[in-house]
C-alpha cells in the first residue's frame, strides 16, 4: 500500500478522530454536543479525536454520522468503498427537467397563461397526487415542469394588481410543491433557489396562507442546513407566526393549520437542540391548533391536522433521544389514521428510530418495511432510514440481517 493511501479509520484511529473533529468543528459542535447526540461521555469522545481510542463499530460510526448530518459516508470514514450518501438521495430521473424548468428564464410574453381556475385544478390535483401516490416524486415530478412554466406565464401576463397578486399565490404554490419534490435530492443549491423564490412570490401576493407555507418550508431549508442555521429557521418560523396570530380568531382552515404547523416546527427545532421543555411546550401550542380543526382535516402542504400530532410526538421524543418515550408515543399515535402516503412513511421511519433508540432493532426494521410499503419514495431518499438500513445488513443476528438486506435492495443502498 502507498504511503498516501487511504488509511482505514479501525487500523489508525487517529485518522478517523481527526475527521470526526473536523466534521464536528464544521457543524459548530463542542465535544460536550456531539457525545450528547450520540450518548457517549465528552471524555471518551476526546480520546476517540486524539486517536487514544479505537474507532467505534459500525453502529457507532452510524450515530456519529447521523449527529454530523454526514452526506457521504466516505468523508467519514476515508474508505472509498463506504462512498454512501446518507442525507441526500440518488438524483430522481425527473430532477433535470423540473431543474430546467425552475432555471428557465422566459422573458418573452408570446406564451398563452392558462386560466386561474385551470392552474388551480392542476395544482389540486398534483397535491392529491403527492399524498396519495406511492412513488410520489414520480408523480409530481412529471407535472411540476408545465405548473412551473404556466404558473410564471401566469405572473408575466396579469393585467391587473389584483390579477398578478392571485398569480403569485398560485406561483407561491407551485414552488412549494416542487421543494417536497427537490428534498433529499443531489441539488441543494435547486432547493434554495426555490425556497426563496417562493417566499418571495407568497409576500408579493399578500396571501396569508401562502405566506405560512412559503414560511414553512424556508424555515425547513435553514434548520435542515446544520445547527449553525437554527436560530434562522426559529426566526422565520416565529416571524410567519406573529403575521397569522391576529388572523386566527377568524381563519379559515387552511390559515389555522398552517400556523398549527409553524408552532410545532418551533418545537422540532427546539428538540434537535434537545431542549426538552421549549420542545413539549411548543406540540403543545401545536396540539391545541389542531383541535380546533375539523376531525376528517388534514392540511394539503403540511399534512397538519389532529391525525399528525401524534406522529409529531413521536418525532419530538426522537429528536429528544427518549427511546422509551418515543416508543410509547408511537403506540398512541397508532391509534390514528394519516392520509398522507409519504407522512405515514415518514411517521414509521421515525417510529423506527424510537424502537432503534430503544434498543429494539428487529421492530424498527419491521416497521422500516411499513414505510417502504406505504411510500417507496419516502424511505429511498430518507437519509434516517437509510442510515438505520445500513446498521442493521451488518447484524450479527441471521434474520435481522436478511430482512436489513432484503429492505435495502429494495431502497437502491445494495443491488440484488
Known amino acids: 500500500m502507498s504511503s498516501d493511501a487511504t488509511p482505514d479509520p479501525y487500523a489508525d484511529p487517529l485518522r478517523f478522530g481527526q475527521r470526526v473533529q473536523i466534521l464536528r468543528e464544521r457543524r459548530g459542535m463542542t465535544q460536550t454536543q456531539l457525545a450528547d447526540l ?17 474507532a467505534p463499530g459500525l453502529d457507532g460510526v452510524m450515530r456519529i454520522a ?14 472509498p468503498d463506504t462512498h454512501v450518501d446518507l442525507f441526500v438521495g440518488p438524483g430522481h430521473p425527473r430532477l433535470a427537467a423540473v431543474k430546467s424548468a425552475v432555471d428557465s428564464l422566459s422573458l418573452g410574453t ?8 385551470h392552474l388551480e385544478a392542476r395544482l389540486r390535483a398534483a397535491w392529491k397526487a403527492r399524498h396519495q401516490a406511492a412513488n410520489h416524486r414520480e408523480a409530481i415530478g412529471a407535472l411540476l415542469p408545465g405548473l412551473i412554466r404556466d404558473s410564471q406565464a401566469l405572473v408575466r401576463h396579469a393585467d391587473s394588481a389584483a390579477d398578478r397578486r392571485t398569480a403569485q399565490a398560485l406561483l407561491a404554490q407551485t414552488y412549494s410543491l416542487s421543494q417536497f419534490f427537490l428534498s433529499y435530492q443531489p441539488d441543494a443549491a435547486l432547493l434554495w433557489r426555490v425556497a426563496e ?12 396562507h ?17 445547527r449553525r442555521h437554527f436560530d434562522a429557521a426559529d426566526a422565520i418560523n416565529e416571524q410567519a407566526l406573529n403575521h397569522l396570530r391576529p388572523l386566527l380568531p377568524d381563519a379559515d382552515d387552511d390559515v389555522l393549520a398552517i400556523a398549527g404547523a409553524l408552532e410545532f416546527e418551533l418545537g422540532y427545532t427546539a428538540a434537535r437542540r434537545r431542549d426538552t421543555g421549549t420542545a413539549w411546550r411548543h406540540w403543545d401550542k401545536a396540539n391545541a391548533v389542531a383541535a380546533r380543526l375539523p376531525g376528517g382535516y388534514y392540511h394539503p402542504a403540511t399534512s397538519f391536522s389532529r391525525a399528525v400530532m401524534g ?3 413521536v418525532t ?7 427511546g422509551g418515550e418515543s416508543v410509547r408515543q408511537a403506540a398512541h399515535a397508532d391509534e390514528l389514521t394519516i392520509p398522507s402516503r409519504p407522512r405515514r412513511a415518514r411517521h414509521r421511519i421515525e417510529e423506527a428510530r424510537g424502537y432503534q433508540l430503544d434498543g429494539q432493532p428487529d421492530a424498527a426494521i419491521a416497521t422500516l418495511e411499513k414505510a417502504y410499503r406505504a411510500a417507496p419514495e419516502t424511505i429511498r431518499y430518507n437519509g434516517y432510514a437509510r442510515a438505520l438500513i445500513l446498521e442493521e ?20 443502498l445494495l443491488t440484488a
Do not use: Y
Request: aromatic share 2%; proline share 6%.
Open 66 to 79: 447521523e449527529a454530523l448530518r454526514v452526506r457521504d459516508l466516505a468523508d467519514l470514514t476515508g474508505l
Open 210 to 226: 401562502a405566506i405560512g407555507v412559503a414560511a414553512w418550508l424556508l424555515g425547513q431549508a435553514h434548520r435542515d442546513s446544520g
Open 316 to 322: 419530538i421524543a426522537v429528536e429528544l433521544h427518549q
Open 38 to 54: 450520540i450518548g457517549i461521555s465528552p471524555h471518551t469522545l476526546r480520546k476517540i479525536e486524539n486517536g487514544q481510542q479505537r
Open 311 to 313: 406522529a409529531h410526538a
Open 393 to 412: 445488513v451488518e447484524s450479527p443476528q441471521a434474520p435481522r440481517r436478511r430482512r436489513a438486506s432484503e429492505l435495502a435492495v429494495g431502497v437502491g
Open 110 to 117: 408570446d406564451t398563452e397563461p392558462p386560466r386561474v381556475s
Open 197 to 208: 423564490r417562493g417566499m418571495i412570490a407568497a409576500q408579493e401576493s399578500g396571501d396569508p
